[in-house]
């Protein structure tokens, strides 16, 4: 077997991922095994992890690839900083001695990290939206497919197209930054009152208590949207050096003050921020979408980048937008780069040291349900629950669930860790928080009591895939909780008056309320048996017993963390929190009959 490793890193969001013969073996974030949030460091325990899975040594690998080409990247660099002088010649003194460190010589760096890697296996470097574009392509189930990827930058593409055909993907244009839809929501992700490169989620949840009182100022003065798709940036406004917020004083002016600090109160200009923000950037996306497929002709697309993370211009791309069917890369942000960096190495040409392998596109898609991270044996799940002194039960698949579910009936959070982790962002089953949609107050005590996080934002439904058109207006399937659908209108529940701004969070709006936004929509899972037997079979049981199908979904960590990896993980967090009952692999615990009552000594999480 042909063995090829990706590799992400030294920016955000680090990672490894691990083909064999072009299937994909593994892909684990740096993140959920160094246990710090967003990790940007050279992600040496996601490759050793990639390697243990496969049960093979860095000896065994036939290439690695890396999902930039450092040298462009750092003349971009040097560009930017030298152009901006004289601040830029100060950021750019900071930012040297991390190039000098180690950046400028990957090849030396991988080769240190994987020593007994063998002399004549190749390095190579794809460029960072060439490794994006790989991976929402290759894996994707489509033949043919126009190629999206939208993110912040990479080496100087911040926007790409690109047709996809086989095993060969066609670039064919770009925006270059400074002109960037990514760094522009990023700006007023910072602006608003938090950080950048985790907090976009939170400014998406945010957007719905708003009003689009901005789009005209934003369209006006901002970002320019141009009728062929294109876009540019009004670099009057923003700050490219700026390392907190990206904004300069001029904004500040024109969208009512300074930025939000993070302890501040949120006022009704940020709620109208987020809304015309968002509204914008679906605006953009639409208009991408359409140049996309006039230049390529596809019926299908294919996304990828940060803003492919962006679920609620994902459901409108799907909706309106001029393509019969679309697929997102569940890892979009950079972590899912090093996938793609490794698929591009073994489709590539073997004059760039490719395999030139072929390609038959698979019936669904090739993530396997982005389920490709590690997991625990029993033994090894008991033998952990030993060294914390937990008391635990021991049960068989049939009664392990009958508990579970009748757990979430009583009204009480699960955390649920099963099967191998999760690639990207979203929990899809795996390492999980559920709770019952049904409940009125389930939101607000997940949000503020279990995850430790701001009231407003939603939680996602994970619903059986055959009854999710009963729930939610989504076409077709969303198995990666990358699309947002309304609610079904016959599971609307009429208001008398409509709140407003925050206040619009106490208002029952559905029959799954805990599920639905104020907006009247939902962050769709859908789940099958395919992909994700063991949690299809929890939500069969739990609609044995209630007549639901869905359940809450949340990814299971609190705020500051990234989501749990272990078993050691996941009881530190049930104990530090108000989850009320844990199943880890065969076992089940609750938290009234543990020993500790707080946080074990060592342990602290990581402000957000």
């Known amino acids: 077997m042909h063995y090829v490793?990706?590799?992400?890193?030294?920016?955000?969001?680090?990672?490894?991922?691990?083909?064999?013969?072009?299937?994909?073996?593994?892909?684990?974030q740096e993140e959920r095994l160094s246990r710090r949030k967003n990790d940007a460091r050279f992600p040496e325990r996601a490759i050793q992890s990639c390697l243990d899975q496969a049960g093979i040594t860095a000896g065994d690998l036939a290439a690695v690839a890396f999902y930039e080409k450092p040298i462009l990247k750092f003349s971009r660099t040097l560009e930017v900083f030298l152009g901006w002088a004289p601040r830029g010649g100060r950021?750019?003194?900071?930012?040297?001695?991390?190039?000098?460190?180690?950046?400028?010589?990957?090849?030396?760096?991988?080769?240190?990290?994987?020593?007994?890697?063998?002399?004549?296996?190749?390095?190579?470097?794809?460029?960072?939206?060439?490794?994006?574009?790989?991976?929402?392509?290759?894996?994707?189930?489509?033949?043919?497919a126009a190629i999206l990827t939208v993110d912040g930058v990479g080496e100087w593409a911040t926007t790409t197209i690109a047709?996809?055909?086989?095993?060969?993907?066609?670039?064919?244009?770009?925006?270059?930054?400074?002109?960037?839809?990514?760094?522009?929501?990023?700006?007023?992700?910072?602006?608003?009152?938090?950080?950048?490169?985790?907090?976009?989620?939170?400014?998406?949840g945010l957007a719905p208590y708003g009003e689009p009182r901005w789009v005209d100022t934003l369209l006006d003065q901002v970002l320019f949207l141009h009728d062929d798709g294109s876009y540019r940036l009004n670099l009057e406004y923003l700050d490219p050096l700026a390392e907190e917020h990206l904004t300069n004083e001029r904004f500040h002016q024109r969208f009512g003050g300074p930025p939000r600090r993070p302890e501040d109160r949120l006022e009704q200009r940020h709620l109208d921020l987020a809304r015309s923000i968002q509204w914008v950037t679906e605006q953009a996306m639409l208009g991408l979408a359409r140049r996309a497929q006039k230049q390529t002709g596809a019926r299908h697309l294919c996304l990828a980048g940060g803003v492919a993370l962006n679920c609620v211009a994902n459901g409108r791309l799907l909706r309106e937008g001029p393509f019969e069917d679309l697929w997102i890369q569940p890892a979009a942000g950079?972590?899912?780069?090093?996938?793609?960096?490794?698929?591009?190495?073994?489709?590539?040409?073997?004059?760039?040291?490719?395999?030139?392998?072929?390609?038959?596109?698979?019936?669904?898609?090739?993530m396997g349900g982005s389920f490709l991270g590690p997991e625990e044996t029993p033994e090894l799940v008991e033998s952990s629950l030993k060294r914390w002194d937990a008391v635990w039960e021991r049960l068989t698949?049939?009664?392990?669930?009958?508990?579970?579910?009748?757990?979430?009936?009583?009204?009480?959070?699960?955390?649920?860790?099963?099967?191998?982790?999760?690639?990207?962002?979203?929990?899809?089953?795996?390492?999980?928080?559920?709770?019952?949609?049904?409940s009125p107050d389930m939101q607000s005590r997940m949000n503020l009591k279990v995850k430790f996080r701001e009231s407003f934002r939603p939680f996602a439904p994970a619903v059986l895939a055959e009854r999710a058109a009963e729930y939610f207006g989504?076409?077709?399937?969303?198995?990666?909780?990358?699309?947002?659908?309304?609610?079904?209108?016959?599971?609307?529940?009429?208001?008398?008056?409509?709140?407003?701004?925050l206040d619009r969070l106490k208002q029952v709006r559905s029959t799954l309320p805990a599920v639905t936004h104020v907006d009247g929509?939902?962050?769709?899972?859908?789940?099958?048996?395919?992909?994700?037997?063991?949690?299809?079979?929890?939500?069969?049981?739990?609609?044995?017993?209630?007549?639901?199908?869905?359940?809450?979904?949340?990814?299971?960590?609190?705020?500051?963390?990234?989501v749990v990896a272990s078993t050691e993980d996941a009881y530190r967090c049930f104990i530090n929190s108000q989850i009320d009952v844990l199943a880890v692999g065969p076992c089940f615990l609750e938290r009234d009959r543990q020993l500790h009552t707080s946080l074990p000594r060592g342990f602290e999480a990581i402000p957000d």
């Open 334 to 366: 950079d972590a899912g780069a090093a996938l793609g960096a490794a698929l591009a190495a073994w489709h590539g040409p073997l004059e760039r040291g490719g395999m030139a392998a072929p390609r038959t596109p698979p019936t669904s898609d090739a």
């Open 163 to 204: 047709r996809g055909s086989g095993a060969t993907i066609e670039p064919l244009e770009e925006i270059q930054f400074p002109h960037s839809l990514g760094l522009l929501y990023s700006a007023f992700t910072a602006y608003c009152g938090f950080r950048v490169n985790s907090g976009e989620y939170k400014l998406m």
């Open 5 to 28: 490793l990706g590799i992400s890193g030294l920016y955000h969001d680090s990672a490894a991922a691990l083909l064999g013969d072009g299937r994909i073996l593994a892909a684990v």
């Open 474 to 501: 989504l076409q077709g399937e969303s198995p990666y909780m990358l699309l947002v659908a309304p609610v079904a209108e016959s599971q609307r529940v009429p208001l008398a008056q409509e709140a407003e701004g």
């Open 397 to 438: 698949p049939e009664v392990l669930q009958e508990r579970v579910v009748q757990a979430l009936i009583e009204g009480k959070v699960v955390g649920w860790v099963q099967g191998r982790m999760e690639f990207g962002p979203r929990a899809l089953g795996h390492r999980s928080i559920l709770g019952d949609p049904r």
């Open 91 to 144: 950021a750019f003194a900071r930012a040297i001695p991390d190039w000098l460190g180690g950046r400028l010589d990957l090849r030396g760096r991988i080769r240190s990290a994987l020593p007994h890697l063998p002399a004549d296996c190749p390095i190579l470097f794809t460029t960072h939206h060439e490794a994006h574009a790989a991976s929402a392509f290759f894996p994707s189930p489509f033949a043919e």
């Open 521 to 562: 929509s939902a962050r769709v899972q859908t789940v099958d048996p395919e992909r994700n037997p063991q949690f299809y079979a929890l939500l069969k049981h739990f609609e044995a017993k209630t007549g639901c199908p869905v359940l809450i979904n949340t990814s299971f960590n609190v705020r500051g963390e990234p």
